[in-house]
Every structure is written in C-alpha cells, then in structure tokens.
C-alpha cells in the first residue's frame, strides 16, 4: 500500500491509531516516520510512533520518542500515562510512578490513569499505596475491571482473602481475556450442594494454577458428586488422578449437559480458603511406576550416580504477563552449579530452553527437556530427584504437589499467592519461597538457595 | 550449440568434459575406439625414448575421442606427476584406477599418493583392494601397513609388515625399520630400537631409517642418542633438511631455542644458496613455534603464515567448505528432538570396556586430558580411535540403506535393523580389542579423535552411558596452535586461519544444537581451568565418569606413555601457564578470525582483550 496523496495531518493520524489498534505496525510505521519527516516535532505524532516502537519492541526509541511528544506537549496527561507504561516496561520503576503520579495529577478524574498507577505501585511493593490509588479509580469508575483486579492482586498478597476473592472475580472482565466457556444459560455455581446433574468445573489460567486448585475438586465432588472438568490437554493427567470419578474433557464438543458451572480458580473463594483454613496440603499427585522406572534408568546412565540430582527450571512460559520478572535465566543458577556434589537436571521446556546449551558451569547439567515429552514424564522424572529449584512456574506445582522438597525463586512483587516476607506457604509443606529483594536481580535469593541446597545434604 | 568448452582447472590439458566433468554415458564403447590402440602405443614409446612432448599430444588425442583409455591415462598421469601437477596427476590416476580397477600398480600409486595428502580413510580403501588383487604382493602389504600405521591403527600395520616379512623371506632393512617405527606409535621403544639397530647393520645409510630412530629417541627423551643417530645421517647426506629439522626439534625439546632457530636459519640460507624454496612447510611451523618461545612473536606469525601457504601450494588441500557445510546441515536437520524420541538406544555393554569420549577441536587439549585420565588405573589411552568415522562410512551397508549417514539411521525403523545399533557398537567395540589399547584391569578406555563431536548424536545412541567430555579452550589459543601446527581433520580447516574459524563457529553451533535436541552425559571442561587448577579438573572429570580420584593422574607426565599426536611434547612436561591467552601476543593478526569467531567467544564465555 502507497500513499500517494498528501493527506492532512489529522487524517495521517487517525489513520494511524487505527492501524495501530489492528495491529498493523509495519504499515502505521511507515505513515508516522513519513509524517515525522515532514513534521519532526509534532507532539501527537512522536507520540504515536513512540507507541508503535513500543508495540514492535524497540522500547529505547518508543522512550525518546515520547519524551520529545512531552517536552513539546499537547495532550501530555495521555504522553504522561503512556510513558509510564514503557518505563515500567523497561523496569525504570521510579520513572514510571513519577510519570504515572504527574499523569493522574494533570487528570484527576481518569481511571486510566489511576489504574496504571496501581498497577506500578505493586510492583514496587507499595500495597498501601497501590489499594488506595486502585479503591480511588474505582470512586470515578466502579465498573472498570482492571482496578478491580489490581485491588485483588494486593489483597490476596496481603494475606486479606475474603475480600481479595470477591475482587478477584472481576479477572474475567480484563479486556483481552478470552472468555471462560461458550455462552451458556445455566448458572455460576455458588458452593450449594446438588445432586442431580452435573457440575461443569472449567481448569482456567495457567497450568500452575490447575495444579494448585485441583485440589479442590474432590472437595467440590462432596458437595456435587458429578463433576465434568473442560481442560487443556497437558492437564488431564492431574485432574484424573485427583477425582478420578470427573469426566475430563479437552473440546467443548464433547462437553456433557451440566446443572451449574465454575472456574476452578473461583473454588477457593467459594471454600472459604483463609491462610489458616487450607485443604489439600497433603501430596496430591504421584507418577506413573512405569514411567519412573525408565526415567531413572536414563538417569542412572546420563548423571552420576554418587551426586544428589537437583532439577531446575530457570523460566516460565513467555507469553505470560509477567514473565519478564518470574523468568530468571540459566545464568542466574551459577550459584547453585557451584555446589559441590550435584547434578543438574534440566526440566525446562519452551523457548528458554536452549540456553542448557550455552552451560559451562561446574556441576553436570544433563538438559532432559529434550526428551520430556508431557507433565506424565516430569512427574515420572521426579520421582529420581532428590529436591527441586524452579523460578515461578508450572514445574514447581508439579514438584510440590508431589510433595518433592522445591525451592521456588519469586519475583520482589510475587504473584499474590506466595504472600509477603514468608518463605514457607500455606499451599505447599514442601516448598521453601526465596524471594528477590531487588526487583530483576537474582543473585541473592539465587545463593540463598545454593546455599541451602549445600546445607540439606 | 554447446559452449566452447575449456580445459580442465585440474591442469590435466584435456577438456572439463573429458576429465573431471566426465558423464559415463559420454564414453564410447570400446569396440568404436579400437583403431586407437597403435597411437596409444605410439604414445608409450615415445614416453619411454623420452619424446614427452610427442608422447603428451598423442595421449590428449586419445583422450579426447576416448577418455577411459587406460594406456594413455597411465602415460599422461605418469608426465603430469613429473611437471609437478599435483592435482591433474591425482585426477588422472583417479580415473585410471577407476576405469581400470584390477591394475594393481596403479592402485598401489593411488594408495601411496592419497596416503602422503593425508587421505588416510580413501588412502586404506585403495590398499586393501591392492592386497585383494594381489593377496602375495609384499609391496601390497607394505603400503597397508604404513597407511595403518599413520592412521593411528599401529597393531593392523604391524601384521601386515610381519606379513611382508612372511612373503618374502628375507628381512628387508627397510620394511624392518618401517615396522620399527609401527612399533615406535605403540610405544614398544625397546623393541623398536632393536629393529632400527638390525635394520642398519645390514643398511648402515638410509636416511629414512636414521631420522625415524632419530625420532625414537626422541620421542623416548635420550636427546644426545637422537644427536648420534642424525650425526650418522648427515655423515653421508650433509645438510640433510630433515635431519636439520628433527635436529632442531631436539634441540626445542632441550629448551634450546636459539641453537634450535639458527639451525633452520642456516638450513634456510643453505637451500635458497642452492636454488630451493627455502624451508618447507612442516620447517617452517617448527621455526615459528620456536620464535614463539623466544617471544618474537611478528616472527613467528609470518613463519607459520608462510608455513601454511606453502602446506596448500604443495599439499592441493584447501577446506571442503560445501561438504562441511553440508554434512553439518544435514546432521543438524536429522537429529531433531522429535525424531530422537523414536530413535531407540543401543544397549550398555558391561562385559568389555567402554569408551570415554575426549571430544574438542584439535588443539584443544584433549591429548592433556586423556594423559591425564590414563595415568588412572581404571582408564587405558586410545588415542584418537578413528572407529567413528569408520562407523559412519560403513553405516550405508552395515544398516543395509540405501541412505547415507546421517539419514541412513532411519532403517533403525525397519523390523530387521531393531539391533542396528548394537551391531554398530560392537563393530567399534571389536576393532577396539583387535587394536589392543586397554590395558589389563581397566574398565574404560579414551577415544580422543578430534572433532568427534561433530558425530555427538551418533555417539549417544552408539554409547549412551558414555561420559562426553568436550575440551574447551579459548577459540583465539585454539586459532594460533592451528596456525602453529599442520594437521587435516576437519576437511582440511586449517588450511587457513579464516577457514579453521569458520569451522570452529560450525562445529560448536552443532554442539549447542545437539545439546539442545538430546539428553546427553555431557561434562564441558576448560583446558584453562585444567592448567591452573589441575586437580579440581581431575576430580570432577572422574567423579563424572563415576570413578575414585587417583593421586597417580596429577602425575601425568611421568607417564611413560607415548602419546603420538602433537601435543606429546607438551604433555610430557609439568604443566605450565604459558600456552593460556598466547593469542594476545597474536591480536592484531587474528582481525579476520575475531570477526569470524566473536559470537562463539563470547558463548563459551570467553572475552577478547
């Protein structure tokens, strides 16, 4: 596509936004820079094309751009809201709450802008801060879910669950959420026993958070002993094996009639779950025997026998909202290769999985992700582990409902589950927590861990 | 409507149609070329009066109506071999042998020139068809026997010498110093020394024989007995270029740098003042690691640029880019996670010893290592077992496929190639009892062959309890000591400096692919880290391998053993730190191989001051 016709500024620009909210970056960044030639200064512009760097991950020029699009200002509370965006993006915490603070000082009654602002001040840990700014976006706009959600995140961090799960509900009116489950005109469960029909539970979000709330099927199935579970299919085994009554399912096609659905993250709030009041704490998931067998025959043959195995994960899923801070990096683990008498296994899966190729450390690393095949095969792996060190991630769910001693490596602003300061959890006896105590550094929780793991001989 | 055609590149003076771009269907039948016979005679003739000329143009007639003439194939490999060129005489006798495959003599040459280029595996094909053709001919056996012996397999060379004796019944002074020398790579010095004290007393002036008991003693460490056996030498050949090398060689063994250097300074003078080139290739490497010592380093650099100009000149040996290339895409595309999971495993055998694999590029320091490990009790030193790349080559037929490797593995899918790989680990595993190199007692054995990590995947389904130790070392070091030495492996990489680091960003992205496609016993260990804290190394080298530490390996080179690749000279002295980051004296000649290599650098963690 060419232009040929010189349009008038506005219309290069509102051409522009919509390519830029159809994704089509390529295309709005050629129209910017050719109006950027012709106009350099223009605040609107700058700032537009800074937003298309960003969206097309050159987040240094997005960050010049936009604090040109400031410096000679037209709408600065929208340049302002958006800096503090791609400077949280960057990790320039204080520049982001500054900007964020000045965007919300400039337009006291957007909630956007209130809300970015919570957003950052969990991350910097200012929970006091982040529920106020949150509760205060809500005065203006009480139907607007991102607050909401953000005003979750701190209470269930804080340990402040009752509240923290009736907000928690409002994650499935987050703009870009795909939506729970074909339309339906049967109800939400509420936690009232029936016995007559089927209860449809659907596994939703993450596996790690499958793993940590299966737990509750078995006591959903006391209240409603016919239970339907719409799953992904790496999570089938997990779920059979915690109710293996439940009709496991992984297309809606082959969905069963049901009286009353729920998201299996909506169980805990309906339990009633308190730090105090947990269920399940007991080991939940075990190996497939003969699996195990085969799985320790390789590893008998590809580590030491005489060296304690310790299995690592050093990143989670990428297209994970947070995985920037969860994900650590195989580099970071050179603290724990330096402990003497282990052997590394490598569970990691996914992209970050090649860096098992860049390793040099000391102790043996021997990279199974290669031939880890399902979560079957990890289960069947640690059964030949002595212990577990994982970033935040599936894995560690897979480790600790097994009850396999694991030390989970957790950002400075935790997901909400892991609470604050505490390195124990209520959900797992068997997981120790080494939290980071500077954000995107891991290099003290990394030989904390390294150094318990020399400790627990 | 066809193009002019040229001549050939290969300087053969016959058109690229009728020599190395031959199509077979070109070639007439015999029968249509029969009135060719009297030139092809003619064209003999004249060759034996000495008519070269005359005897050139006849045989580029014949060749051109009919290229598989072998009587002027012979004749005109026989003129171009003479005019010095190489890789016209080499294509011509190719295609005579081709054409001609029972014409023993010119097997014999086929095997004996590849052998000398260092095309040790095709040179081997070519002899064991002159030994089919003629199984009595001593001269047969003879040729098998030096080629195993360079080919590092001594114990194979040693029966065909003995079977050289056998057949003609005499004890030949030569062959008796060529077995010396077969027995020599086997370390039986003592009996080597007695062959070699036979073989002049019935032949007191062979120079070969002088500079290889030269070399014996050596290699055994009795420098002034070296000394004598090349005063012998040079008594009837004065000024000898070899016995001045290997003098010179002693004399670095010594320590004696200067005297060493001035020797084949003079040598030099000498040989251009009698209107030679001057040193040859192998001198001039030998000169350059002597100004190394001495820290004249620009020295040192032209020395072994020149050394390697002149190796190409004479040698023909360039890299083979595109079949590296090739291979190493291959193999990357073959072994894939995926398909690996449906690959089986060959079996663990526990009832012989099994392999170590001490992988690395050449100059890395495997040969440190194995010294190192063999000076174990439960570890006998293979050296560098060729058995993979046998394995690889027979592969085809072994697995009857019509593949080659590394895609010939799929048979292992068919019902009747299930134990395909077991019968492929116990090819290896009896050429390695036939080889005689475990020692009584030992459970494990090194196979320190260069660059076997290029064959990392095959390795692991062939052996895959064996431990993978992969030597690093700082690619820049590894870079000078290319420069610095001559050897082939590789396809010839380091032909040139570009080349070896180009082959080295190769070799080490197929490592990281492997290591990423397969769960691998696969322990990396730096050749710095072993210089500068050499037990810490030790331990965790045989901690991996699952054996007790032993005192007796941080004395490795009180060793006795003869390691005979280039590095015997080095590991036969205490270790030291001078051969770490020997490339900063080189920086601002390594431009072209830091562009080349800063990525793989920086990978291995390494950094460029």
Same mark, same amino acid.
């Given at each position: 596509?060419?232009?040929?016709?010189?349009?008038?500024?506005?219309?290069?620009?509102?051409?522009?936004?919509?390519?830029?909210?159809?994704?089509?970056?390529?295309?709005?960044?050629?129209?910017?820079?050719?109006?950027?030639?012709?106009?350099?200064?223009?605040?609107?512009?700058?700032?537009?094309?800074?937003?298309?760097?960003?969206?097309?991950?050159?987040?240094?020029?997005?960050?010049?751009?936009?604090?040109?699009?400031?410096?000679?200002?037209?709408?600065?509370?929208?340049?302002?809201?958006?800096? $503090?965006?791609?400077?949280?993006?960057?990790?320039?915490?204080?520049?982001?709450?500054?900007?964020?603070?000045?965007?919300?000082?400039?337009?006291?009654?957007?909630?956007?802008?209130? #809300?970015?602002?919570?957003?950052?001040?969990? #991350?910097?840990?200012?929970?006091?801060?982040?529920?106020?700014?949150?509760?205060?976006?809500?005065?203006?706009?009480?139907?607007? *879910?991102?607050?909401?959600?953000?005003?979750?995140?701190?209470?269930?961090?804080?340990?402040?669950?009752?509240?923290?799960?009736?907000?928690?509900?409002?994650?499935?009116?987050?703009?870009?959420?795909?939506?729970?489950?074909?339309?339906?005109?049967?109800?939400? !469960?509420?936690?009232? *026993?029936?016995?007559?029909?089927?209860?449809?539970?659907?596994? &939703?979000?993450?596996?790690?958070?499958?793993?940590?709330?299966?737990?509750?099927?078995? !006591?959903?199935?006391?209240?409603?002993?016919?239970?339907?579970?719409?799953?992904?299919?790496?999570?089938?085994?997990?779920?059979?094996?915690?109710?293996?009554?439940?009709?496991?399912?992984?297309?809606?096609?082959?969905?069963?009639?049901?009286?009353?659905?729920?998201?299996?993250?909506?169980?805990?709030?309906?339990?009633?779950?308190? *730090?105090?009041?947990?269920?399940?704490?007991?080991?939940?998931?075990?190996?497939?025997?003969?699996?195990?067998?085969? +799985?320790?025959?390789?590893?008998?043959?590809?580590?030491?026998?005489?060296?304690?195995?310790?299995?690592?994960? !050093?990143?989670?899923?990428?297209?994970?909202?947070?995985?920037?801070?969860?994900?650590? %990096?195989?580099?970071?683990?050179?603290?724990?290769?330096?402990?003497?008498?282990?052997?590394?296994?490598?569970?990691?899966?996914?992209?970050?999985?090649?860096?098992?190729?860049?390793?040099?450390?000391?102790?043996?690393?021997?990279?199974?992700?290669?031939?880890?095949?399902?979560?079957?095969?990890?289960?069947?792996?640690?059964?030949?582990?002595?212990?577990?060190?994982?970033?935040?991630?599936?894995?560690?769910?897979?480790?600790?409902?097994?009850?396999?001693?694991?030390?989970?490596?957790?950002?400075?602003?935790?997901? @909400?589950?892991?609470?604050?300061?505490?390195?124990?959890?209520?959900?797992?006896?068997?997981?120790?927590?080494?939290?980071?105590?500077?954000?995107?550094? @891991?290099?003290?929780?990394?030989?904390?861990?390294?150094?318990?793991?020399?400790?627990?001989? | 409507m066809n193009a002019p055609s040229s001549t050939c590149p290969c300087g053969s003076g016959l058109r690229s149609e009728r020599c190395c771009a031959l199509q077979l269907a070109a070639i007439p039948p015999a029968e249509a070329t029969r009135h060719l016979v009297p030139l092809v005679e003619r064209a003999v003739q004249a060759y034996q009066q000495g008519a070269k000329d005359v005897a050139e143009q006849l045989c580029l007639d014949v060749l051109e109506l009919a290229p598989d003439r072998p009587g002027a194939l012979s004749v005109l490999y026989s003129i171009r071999k003479e005019q010095g060129k190489a890789a016209a005489a080499e294509a011509l006798l190719r295609r005579l042998v081709h054409f001609d495959p029972n014409n023993f003599d010119a097997t014999n040459e086929l095997a004996l020139l590849l052998m000398r280029k260092g095309a040790l595996g095709e040179a081997e094909i070519h002899a064991r068809n002159a030994i089919r053709i003629a199984p009595?001919a001593?001269q047969a056996h003879n040729l098998m026997?030096m080629i195993m012996?360079e080919a590092?397999?001594?114990?194979?060379?040693?029966?065909?010498?003995?079977?050289?004796?056998?057949?003609?019944?005499?004890?030949?002074?030569?062959?008796?110093?060529?077995?010396?020398?077969?027995?020599?790579?086997?370390?039986?010095?003592?009996?080597?020394?007695?062959?070699?004290?036979?073989?002049?007393?019935?032949?007191?002036?062979?120079?070969?024989?002088?500079?290889?008991?030269?070399?014996?003693?050596?290699?055994?460490?009795?420098? &002034?007995?070296?000394?004598?056996?090349? &005063?012998?030498?040079?008594?009837?050949?004065?000024?000898?270029?070899?016995?001045?090398?290997?003098?010179?060689?002693?004399?670095?063994?010594?320590?004696?740098?200067?005297?060493?250097?001035?020797?084949?300074?003079?040598?030099?003078?000498?040989?251009?003042?009698?209107?030679g080139i001057?040193?040859g290739a192998t001198?001039?490497?030998?000169?350059?690691?002597?100004?190394?010592?001495?820290?004249?380093?620009?020295?040192? +650099?032209?020395?072994?640029v020149e050394g390697k100009r002149l190796a190409r000149e004479i040698g023909g040996n360039a890299y083979l880019d595109p079949v590296a290339d090739n291979l190493i895409s291959r193999l990357r595309g073959f072994?894939?996670?995926?398909?690996?999971?449906?690959?089986?495993?060959?079996?663990?055998?526990?009832?012989?010893?099994?392999?170590?694999?001490?992988?690395?590029?050449p100059?890395?320091?495997?040969?440190?290592?194995?010294?190192?490990?063999?000076?174990? *009790?439960?570890?006998?030193? %293979?050296?560098?077992?060729p058995?993979i790349n046998d394995i690889v080559n027979i592969m085809p037929r072994m697995l009857n496929s019509p593949l080659t490797y590394p895609e010939a593995l799929a048979e292992?899918?068919?019902?009747?190639?299930?134990?395909?790989?077991?019968?492929?680990?116990?090819?290896?595993?009896?050429?390695?009892?036939?080889?005689?190199?475990?020692?009584?007692?030992?459970?494990?054995?090194?196979?320190?062959?260069?660059l076997?990590?290029t064959h990392?995947?095959l390795?692991?389904?062939?052996?895959?309890? $064996?431990?993978?130790?992969?030597?690093?070392?700082?690619?820049?070091?590894?870079?000078?000591?290319s420069?610095?030495?001559h050897f082939t492996h590789g396809f010839f990489c380091a032909s040139a400096l570009e080349t070896a680091a180009l082959h080295f960003v190769r070799v080490?992205e197929l490592?990281? #692919?492997?290591?990423?496609?397969?769960?691998?016993?696969?322990?990396?260990?730096?050749?710095?880290?072993?210089?500068?804290?050499?037990?810490?190394?030790?331990?965790?080298?045989?901690?991996?391998?699952?054996?007790?530490?032993?005192?007796?390996?941080?004395?490795?080179?009180?060793?006795?053993?003869?390691?005979?690749?280039?590095?015997?000279?080095?590991?036969?002295?205490?270790?030291?730190?001078?051969?770490?980051?020997?490339?900063?004296?080189?920086?601002?000649?390594?431009?072209p191989?830091?562009?080349i290599?800063?990525?793989?650098?920086?990978?291995?963690?390494?950094?460029?001051?």
């Amino acid at each position: 596509m060419s232009i040929d016709v010189p349009l008038p500024l506005i219309d290069v620009l509102t051409l522009a936004a919509r390519l830029e909210a159809e994704k089509n970056f390529a295309f709005a960044d050629r129209l910017l820079r050719r109006a950027l030639d012709v106009a350099p200064d223009e605040p609107d512009a700058l700032h537009l094309s800074g937003i298309v760097d960003f969206r097309m991950d050159r987040r240094e020029e997005a960050l010049a751009k936009i604090e040109r699009a400031i410096a000679h200002g037209v709408d600065i509370r929208l340049y302002l809201r958006n800096i $503090s965006e791609v400077y949280r993006a960057l990790g320039r915490f204080d520049d982001a709450v500054a900007a964020a603070r000045r965007a919300a000082a400039l337009a006291p009654d957007d909630p956007v802008c209130l #809300h970015n602002l919570a957003v950052i001040q969990y #991350h910097r840990l200012e929970l006091d801060d982040c529920i106020a700014t949150a509760e205060a976006a809500l005065k203006i706009d009480a139907f607007m *879910p991102g607050p909401h959600f953000q005003l979750a995140e701190a209470l269930l961090l804080r340990g402040e669950w009752a509240r923290g799960w009736e907000e928690y509900q409002w994650r499935f009116d987050l703009p870009g959420n795909a939506p729970l489950m074909p339309p339906t005109t049967q109800p939400r !469960w509420d936690g009232t *026993p029936f016995d007559g029909g089927v209860l449809m539970l659907i596994a &939703d979000q993450g596996f790690g958070d499958v793993i940590q709330f299966a737990r509750y099927i078995p !006591w959903a199935a006391t209240l409603c002993p016919h239970i339907a579970v719409a799953a992904a299919p790496e999570v089938v085994p997990f779920l059979r094996q915690v109710y293996p009554q439940a009709n496991v399912f992984t297309e809606w096609r082959h969905a069963p009639p049901f009286k009353a659905f729920r998201a299996l993250s909506g169980l805990p709030m309906l339990h009633g779950t308190r *730090p105090d009041r947990m269920i399940g704490t007991e080991p939940y998931l075990r190996a497939d025997p003969a699996r195990v067998e085969a +799985w320790k025959e390789k590893l008998d043959r590809l580590t030491p026998r005489s060296k304690r195995r310790i299995g690592i994960v !050093w990143a989670g899923r990428p297209t994970h909202n947070n995985d920037r801070w969860r994900s650590a %990096g195989l580099a970071a683990f050179a603290p724990l290769a330096a402990v003497p008498g282990i052997a590394l296994v490598a569970l990691q899966k996914g992209p970050a999985a090649s860096q098992a190729s860049t390793y040099f450390g000391a102790a043996p690393l021997v990279n199974m992700g290669a031939e880890i095949g399902d979560f079957e095969d990890t289960m069947a792996i640690m059964e030949s582990l002595d212990m577990v060190v994982t970033v935040d991630t599936s894995v560690g769910h897979v480790a600790a409902a097994m009850g396999k001693k694991t030390f989970i490596l957790i950002a400075r602003a935790p997901d @909400w589950r892991w609470l604050l300061e505490r390195s124990d959890t209520p959900w797992y006896p068997s997981v120790t927590l080494f939290r980071q105590t500077v954000t995107g550094d @891991w290099s003290v929780p990394m030989a904390a861990a390294a150094k318990a793991v020399a400790a627990s001989q | 409507m066809n193009a002019p055609s040229s001549t050939c590149p290969c300087g053969s003076g016959l058109r690229s149609e009728r020599c190395c771009a031959l199509q077979l269907a070109a070639i007439p039948p015999a029968e249509a070329t029969r009135h060719l016979v009297p030139l092809v005679e003619r064209a003999v003739q004249a060759y034996q009066q000495g008519a070269k000329d005359v005897a050139e143009q006849l045989c580029l007639d014949v060749l051109e109506l009919a290229p598989d003439r072998p009587g002027a194939l012979s004749v005109l490999y026989s003129i171009r071999k003479e005019q010095g060129k190489a890789a016209a005489a080499e294509a011509l006798l190719r295609r005579l042998v081709h054409f001609d495959p029972n014409n023993f003599d010119a097997t014999n040459e086929l095997a004996l020139l590849l052998m000398r280029k260092g095309a040790l595996g095709e040179a081997e094909i070519h002899a064991r068809n002159a030994i089919r053709i003629a199984p009595q001919a001593a001269q047969a056996h003879n040729l098998m026997g030096m080629i195993m012996t360079e080919a590092q397999r001594p114990r194979l060379g040693e029966y065909h010498y003995r079977e050289v004796l056998k057949i003609a019944g005499t004890r030949d002074p030569i062959v008796l110093a060529n077995l010396a020398w077969c027995l020599k790579n086997q370390g039986r010095m003592e009996e080597a020394r007695a062959l070699y004290e036979e073989s002049t007393a019935a032949a007191p002036e062979i120079r070969e024989t002088l500079l290889g008991w030269a070399r014996l003693e050596e290699a055994d460490r009795n420098f &002034d007995s070296a000394a004598e056996k090349l &005063d012998r030498l040079e008594a009837f050949s004065p000024n000898d270029p070899a016995a001045t090398l290997t003098r010179a060689v002693v004399l670095g063994r010594m320590k004696r740098h200067d005297e060493a250097l001035a020797l084949l300074d003079r040598q030099a003078v000498a040989e251009s003042a009698g209107g030679g080139i001057g040193l040859g290739a192998t001198e001039l490497s030998e000169k350059g690691r002597f100004l190394d010592q001495l820290n004249r380093h620009d020295e040192a +650099w032209a020395a072994f640029v020149e050394g390697k100009r002149l190796a190409r000149e004479i040698g023909g040996n360039a890299y083979l880019d595109p079949v590296a290339d090739n291979l190493i895409s291959r193999l990357r595309g073959f072994f894939m996670s995926g398909r690996l999971s449906l690959l089986p495993r060959a079996g663990v055998r526990t009832d012989v010893p099994q392999p170590i694999f001490v992988l690395g590029f050449p100059r890395s320091g495997t040969t440190l290592v194995e010294q190192t490990l063999s000076a174990h *009790p439960a570890i006998s030193a %293979g050296d560098e077992l060729p058995l993979i790349n046998d394995i690889v080559n027979i592969m085809p037929r072994m697995l009857n496929s019509p593949l080659t490797y590394p895609e010939a593995l799929a048979e292992l899918w068919m019902g009747d190639q299930r134990d395909g790989l077991d019968n492929l680990r116990d090819y290896y595993l009896q050429k390695v009892a036939q080889m005689d190199v475990v020692e009584p007692g030992a459970s494990w054995f090194t196979d320190k062959m260069p660059l076997n990590e290029t064959h990392l995947g095959l390795i692991a389904l062939l052996f895959p309890a $064996s431990p993978l130790i992969h030597v690093i070392r700082h690619p820049l070091d590894v870079m000078i000591s290319s420069m610095a030495n001559h050897f082939t492996h590789g396809f010839f990489c380091a032909s040139a400096l570009e080349t070896a680091a180009l082959h080295f960003v190769r070799v080490s992205e197929l490592v990281a #692919h492997y290591r990423n496609e397969m769960a691998l016993r696969y322990l990396p260990v730096r050749y710095e880290t072993m210089v500068t804290n050499q037990e810490e190394t030790v331990r965790q080298i045989l901690d991996f391998a699952g054996l007790p530490f032993d005192g007796n390996t941080l004395r490795f080179h009180e060793n006795r053993r003869y390691a005979r690749t280039a590095s015997y000279a080095q590991v036969t002295e205490p270790l030291y730190d001078r051969s770490l980051y020997r490339y900063k004296h080189y920086r601002k000649h390594l431009g072209p191989a830091i562009e080349i290599l800063r990525p793989i650098i920086e990978r291995l963690g390494y950094t460029v001051d």
